[in-house]
């Protein structure tokens, strides 16, 4: 009989281990998301709080798409390596779909359209658009698109910094005649933080979409583009989209999807 039991007790605790092992199996791990630490209002950390229009949208697209995550807040020049690296799985945090990435990265759906803009001195009469700035000092972020145009600006000196608030403060003190950066981020400042020091002159120019990035193959940008599309539909992004911009969207996900293939189109029959 004591054999018996013995063989019983040792079926149960197989069977248990079993179970235990099953179920550990069955647990989501946690997709690691790369934000940026200082890029209002899209992405940003205050008093260890993660805010910004992104973080909302992707806490709506996760609960849609049933995505399990962990958001890691990092400066800008370390979202492209780590999503490289496999430090992080995905990266939202204003990140423009370019041609030059895409061999590297694979890109959700945009959600988002904006574009540069020339901020300069408010007591400077002489910078009055993009078309002012050769032979000027002009400052913007390293690595950012906005970094890409003002390099191809004949005659301009670039100075690059790594947080955008660096950017602000060369101009507010003086030490450059001007700043290229997004559109929405500048806005931002102006509100916030300029402090009348500093005005946007010219047209927003260099249309940009934002997107999720995550590595070649990777495999959450289709869950990611669902989500997009759900919450485009039920309302939860126009609401977000107001709620951070005081305004309602010109253009749905949906609309700047379309524009941006068409123009990629038209660019790639182009360039044959």
Same mark, same amino acid.
């Given at each position: 009989?004591?054999?018996?039991?013995?063989?019983?007790?040792?079926?149960?605790?197989?069977?248990?281990?079993?179970?235990?092992?099953?179920?550990?199996?069955?647990?989501?791990?946690?997709?690691?998301?790369?934000?940026?630490?200082?890029?209002?209002?899209?992405?940003?950390?205050?008093?260890?709080?993660?805010?910004?229009?992104?973080?909302?949208?992707?806490?709506?697209?996760?609960?849609? #798409?049933?995505?399990?995550?962990?958001?890691?807040?990092?400066?800008?020049?370390?979202?492209?390596?780590?999503?490289?690296?496999?430090?992080?799985?995905?990266?939202?945090?204003?990140?423009?779909?370019?041609?030059?990435?895409?061999?590297?990265?694979?890109?959700?759906?945009?959600?988002?359209?904006?574009?540069?803009?020339?901020?300069?001195?408010?007591?400077?009469?002489?910078?009055?658009?993009?078309?002012?700035? #050769?032979?000027?000092?002009?400052?913007?972020?390293?690595?950012?698109?906005?970094?890409?145009?003002?390099?191809?600006?004949?005659?301009?000196?670039?100075?690059?910094?790594?947080?955008?608030?660096?950017?602000?403060?060369?101009?507010?003190?003086?030490?450059?005649?001007?700043?290229?950066?997004?559109?929405?981020?500048?806005?931002?400042?102006?509100?916030?933080?300029?402090?009348?020091?500093?005005?946007?002159?010219?047209?927003?120019?260099?249309?940009?979409?934002?997107?999720?990035?995550?590595?070649?193959?990777?495999?959450?940008?289709?869950?990611?583009?669902?989500?997009?599309?759900?919450?485009?539909?039920?309302?939860?992004?126009?609401?977000?989209?107001?709620?951070?911009?005081?305004?309602?969207?010109?253009?749905?996900?949906?609309?700047?999807?379309?524009?941006?293939?068409?123009?990629?189109?038209?660019?790639?029959?182009?360039?044959?």
């Amino acid at each position: 009989m004591v054999g018996n039991r013995s063989k019983r007790g040792i079926a149960l605790l197989a069977v248990l281990l079993v179970m235990l092992a099953a179920s550990g199996c069955g647990k989501q791990e946690a997709v690691k998301v790369g934000i940026e630490q200082n890029f209002r209002p899209f992405t940003y950390t205050e008093n260890g709080d993660k805010k910004g229009f992104e973080v909302d949208l992707w806490q709506a697209i996760a609960k849609k #798409a049933d995505i399990k995550y962990e958001l890691v807040p990092m400066e800008h020049g370390e979202l492209i390596k780590s999503v490289k690296s496999g430090a992080v799985d995905l990266a939202i945090a204003g990140m423009t779909v370019s041609n030059a990435r895409k061999n590297n990265f694979e890109y959700s759906s945009p959600y988002f359209q904006t574009g540069l803009v020339v901020l300069t001195s408010t007591d400077n009469g002489v910078i009055k658009s993009k078309e002012d700035l #050769a032979q000027k000092v002009v400052a913007t972020k390293n690595g950012s698109t906005a970094f890409n145009y003002a390099g191809e600006i004949q005659g301009a000196k670039i100075r690059s910094y790594s947080n955008v608030a660096d950017v602000y403060n060369e101009l507010k003190n003086n030490t450059v005649d001007a700043a290229i950066f997004d559109e929405r981020n500048a806005h931002d400042f102006l509100q916030d933080k300029a402090q009348g020091q500093v005005k946007m002159v010219g047209e927003m120019f260099n249309k940009e979409r934002y997107a999720v990035v995550g590595k070649k193959r990777n495999k959450y940008i289709g869950k990611v583009n669902k989500g997009i599309e759900a919450v485009s539909k039920d309302g939860t992004y126009e609401t977000m989209y107001t709620k951070w911009f005081g305004a309602k969207p010109d253009q749905m996900p949906d609309k700047i999807k379309k524009d941006m293939e068409y123009e990629m189109q038209h660019e790639t029959v182009k360039g044959r």
